[in-house]
């Protein structure tokens, strides 16, 4: 993190030139214009400066020596306040004017060099956030520092082709929501959660504390009331949505301050809405709110009953097989004169077998069909149109910001459905984006109290009061102009600070999410599972399950020299020629909590962690897990097999 020191000597900023090896060339000593940019998150820090073309050396001016030694893609170390942080020249500009030629140079922080390094392809199915950082900094200099082991608990999935390592980085960050923050003397990355990352000191930043001036800005353009979410292989929030639609509404900006009495006589009126439209929307979240839940029982017993058909089509699909292969027989034993009378009685028996199959398939279709006549008939009842008039239809639609978000690592859709209220709660106000120039109060002794409490990514409050400008926002950029002696701050991604009245208020805006105790696993099992026999994929036996040891040795684990820890699982599976065991390999799955209490597997699917094993092996590890959670490990045998086997094209055993 950078952060300065309370202790920090105050010194103006020094430079070294340095080969790529960090081997040192020289000092600069003659520099003008110095001006670092210092960065939060994805994005590298920024130094720039000139140099004089000549210098006086023992009261004679003469060529500068360091001209000559400044190259491309050479190193500049820099000391400022305390800090050490290494740069890379990326560009050199000589420029003449009357007064004095100059060399300008502009350098990014050394984590530049790893977007000169190309990932051509990358294709991971489950890993975690070591794994596949580990993966990207392979053959580099660059090494991890520090995880927050929570990220280890989650896994994603990446195909990733044409990019280089530094992007690869960031979008790696951008999947499991981590900070990174680079470290240029030690050459390590470390990701830390943003609440790590970003704490409100009590700094506060105003006309009578160092602000020197303000620019706050509201873009309009960037406010979503609407928000379109997706997630993996394009599964959609339909069916946690209480709506029952694939976006969610937000018109919470526009509704406040509007407030009504349990009369609905109106208490105070909305800056943008009319009485008329305001009542609408909140009648309409209320219906949803009362009727979210019928709406999502009916999803999950759908769903439910789908399944069970699926299983009873296959079962069809045997058994119509069987009869075809008696009819064969009974035509073969013909022709050869023996006796069919066992045959035609085996035949009658499978006849009646699938007669009875087909009837259980037509009660569970005429199921499905009231099932689904239900949904229609409450989506009906929720839906837009036949809650808004015409004219409020046409009043709401120029308050309607859409976009679309999408998250291809989440495939359970109560997960997608949370972070995708998360996303639109972030966009539902116009975004804070302040820039201020600022006293450099580094330089000041009787200031020190305030330095650390000003570090990069910290939460920072900026008041105006004749602006009316009162914002609790994350430091994402400071630019030091050490000529000058004053600082450039941008101010971006939080809150405009509300009263407790205001928050109150506003949750009555909003609908509520409708949770589910069971969510079917979205998953195409075609891009998690490998099928490594195709030889088996038309046996629809379903595969016996893995047996685990009671004895206390089927689970071990290692503890990391950063208190981490590596749990490795060990299954026994019985080598056998029988269908049931022949199988292409074993799903091990990871769940923690922090609660000890028994957990069933599929009942919180987004914090389940995936891992997919050969057939021939008989374990499997988890690493860079926090020790301080429980966890339940389990372990399931599959089989790919072909579409009219089984419609996922996979048959599992229990976990």
């Known amino acids: 993190m950078i952060t300065i020191c309370k202790d920090t000597e105050i010194k103006s900023i020094r430079l070294s030139l340095a080969k790529p090896d960090k081997t040192k060339i020289a000092n600069i000593d003659e520099v003008l214009s110095p001006s670092v940019t210092l960065n939060h998150g994805s994005s590298v820090h920024e130094l720039s400066f000139s140099i004089p073309l000549k210098a006086t050396y023992d009261g004679v001016i003469k060529r500068n020596h360091v001209v000559n030694l400044l190259k491309p893609w050479y190193l500049i170390k820099t000391n400022f306040y ?30 530049h060099e790893l977007s000169r390094m190309n990932v051509l392809k990358y294709e991971e199915t489950s890993k975690n956030l070591q794994e596949v950082v580990t993966d990207c900094l392979k053959n580099t200099s ?73 620019d706050d800005s509201d873009d309009a ?106 009819l064969d027989r009974i035509e073969v034993a013909k022709k050869a004169g023996d006796d069919t009378s066992q045959l035609k009685a085996q035949l009658a028996v499978k006849q009646k077998a699938v007669a009875e199959k087909k009837n259980q398939i037509a009660t569970v279709e005429s199921t499905i069909s009231q099932i689904s006549a239900s949904i229609s008939k409450l989506k009906e009842k929720l839906s837009f149109e036949n809650n808004f008039s015409e004219n409020q239809q046409k009043l709401l639609s120029r308050f309607i910001s859409t976009t679309e978000w999408s998250n291809d690592s989440i495939y359970d859709e109560n997960e997608l459905y949370d972070d995708a209220n998360e996303e639109l709660e972030s966009r539902n106000t116009p975004p804070v984006n302040v820039t201020l120039d600022i006293v450099n109060f580094f330089n000041c002794i009787s200031e020190k109290h305030n330095w ?87 046996i629809s036996v379903q595969p016996a399950p893995p047996t685990i040891a009671s004895d206390g040795t089927a689970i071990t684990h290692k503890v990391n020299d950063n208190g981490s820890v590596d749990i490795t699982i060990q299954w026994n599976y019985v080598d056998s020629d029988e269908d049931k065991y022949n199988i292409d390999g074993f799903e091990v799955y990871l769940h923690g909590s922090d609660d000890n209490e028994e957990y069933t597997f599929g009942s919180v699917q987004a914090s389940e962690n995936l891992q997919n094993v050969k057939y021939d092996r008989r374990t499997a590890t988890f690493t860079g897990l926090p020790s301080n959670m429980y966890y339940t490990i389990g372990v399931q045998a599959y089989r790919r097999v072909d579409a009219d086997i089984d419609i996922n094209q996979i048959l599992l055993s229990d976990i």
């Open 82 to 111: 305390g800090l050490t942080v290494w740069f890379i020249i990326t560009k050199r500009t000589k420029s003449h004017s009357g007064d004095m030629d100059t060399i300008q140079v502009e350098c990014r922080s050394l984590q």
């Open 142 to 214: 660059w090494t991890i520092g520090y995880i927050d082991t929570l990220f280890n608990i989650k896994r994603r999935q990446f195909d990733v082709s044409s990019t280089n390592k530094l992007d690869f980085l960031y979008s790696i960050c951008e999947k499991f929501d981590a900070v990174p923050v680079f470290d240029t003397v030690k050459e390590t990355v470390s990701f830390y959660k943003e609440s790590d990352v970003s704490k409100y000191k009590g700094l506060k930043l105003n006309p009578r504390q160092y602000m020197i001036s303000m």
């Open 221 to 326: 353009d960037e406010l979503i009331t609407r928000l379109y979410a997706t997630g993996k292989d394009g599964i959609s929030i339909n069916s946690v949505n209480p709506t029952g639609q694939s976006y969610i509404d937000d018109f919470s900006y526009f509704l406040f301050p509007f407030q009504r009495d349990e009369q609905r006589n109106v208490i105070s009126h909305s800056a943008y809405m009319p009485d008329e439209l305001c009542h609408a929307i909140l009648d309409y979240n209320d219906l949803v709110n009362n009727e979210g839940n019928a709406f999502n029982k009916h999803l999950t017993q759908k769903n439910e009953t789908e399944t069970g058909l699926t299983e009873l089509n296959n079962e069809l699909y045997t058994l119509d097989l069987e009869v075809q292969k008696l």
């Open 452 to 538: 650390d409490r000003f570090s990069l990514g910290d939460i920072v409050r900026v008041q105006q009061n004749d602006l009316n400008t009162d914002i609790k926002a994350i430091l994402s950029a400071i630019t030091i102009d050490f000529e000058q002696s004053n600082i450039s701050v941008t101010i971006t991604n939080g809150k405009r600070v509300q009263s407790d009245f205001e928050k109150i208020v506003k949750t009555v805006y909003r609908t509520n999410k409708i949770s589910t105790e069971l969510n079917k696993r979205k998953i195409e099992w075609d891009k998690v599972t490998e099928n490594f026999n195709i030889r088996n994929d038309r």
